[in-house]
T-cell receptor
Framework: TQLLEQSPQFLSIQEGENLTVYCNSSSVFSSLQWYRQEPGEGPVLLVT?????EVKKLKRLTFQFGDARKDSSLHITAAQPGDTGLYLCAGAQVGLMEYGNKLVFGAGTILRVKS | GAGVSQSPSNKVTEKGKDVELRCDPI?????LYWYRQRLGQGLEFLIYFQGNSAPDKSGLPSDRFSAERTGESVSTLTIQRTQQEDSAVYLCASSQYNSNEQFFGPGTRLTVL
């Protein structure tokens, strides 16, 4: 069973601070995705990283995929109250397409940014 | 609508009753996934459909859980003889074949009293 460990579980910071969320596994994933989920809604995809060592930037968010494709990080610069939400990492299994892109999710990081 | 829709948005039921949860995927998306999310936790995979066949049912927690899909459209997740531990948000997602990107619906919040 592939597992993704996400840390920290909860983060409460002041507006303007920087933060990093980590996602680690002993398994290799074909790709890794980061989602943001707000209360009462489904997760919304932020980014997909595919290549080991890949770095993607989305405004103030920087995503990195580990060289071995086993871990990833999300860094937010100068956090804003609008960044508040549940951040989930999800790894797509390496395997046959007939089993689909079944995603293995981390437990999530609840981020609260105070103004 | 352009997105994945789910109904009902909320369902409260008594222990032992059966419930049906519905998912309408994005038109043209051949893949459909069901997940369960317990309070404060990540998503737990339940079942995957490619068209109307389910090659991966490995996540269904017990034989009280079943799902079906009509062609490449609507899917129904059925929970028989509900238990309190079934209380959770049930999320549906769809994607194009061979795509990593899954689009999620808003979920159905199930509460079993």
């Amino acid at each position: 069973t592939q597992l993704l460990e996400q840390s920290p579980q909860f983060l409460s910071i002041q507006e303007g601070e920087n933060l990093t969320v980590y996602c680690n596994s002993s398994s290799v994933f074909s790709s890794l995705q980061w989602y943001r989920q707000e209360p009462g809604e489904g997760p919304v995809l932020l980014v997909t990283v595919v290549t080991g060592g890949e770095v993607k930037k989305l405004k103030r968010l920087t995503f990195q995929f580990g060289d071995a494709r086993k871990d990833s990080s999300l860094h937010i610069t100068a956090a804003q109250p609008g960044d508040t939400g549940l951040y989930l990492c999800a790894g797509a299994q390496v395997g046959l397409m007939e089993y689909g892109n079944k995603l293995v999710f981390g437990a999530g990081t609840i981020l609260r940014v105070k103004s | 609508g352009a997105g994945v829709s789910q109904s009902p948005s909320n369902k409260v039921t008594e222990k032992g009753k059966d419930v049906e949860l519905r998912c309408d995927p994005i038109s043209g998306h051949t893949a459909l996934y069901w997940y369960r999310q317990r309070l404060g936790q990540g998503l737990e995979f339940l079942i995957y459909f490619q068209g109307n066949s389910a090659p991966d049912k490995s996540g269904l927690p017990s034989d009280r859980f079943s799902a079906e899909r009509t062609g490449e459209s609507v899917s129904t997740l059925t929970i028989q003889r509900t238990q309190q531990e079934d209380s959770a948000v049930y999320l549906c997602a769809s994607s194009q074949y061979n795509s990593n990107e899954q689009f999620f619906g808003p979920g159905t919040r199930l509460t079993v009293l």
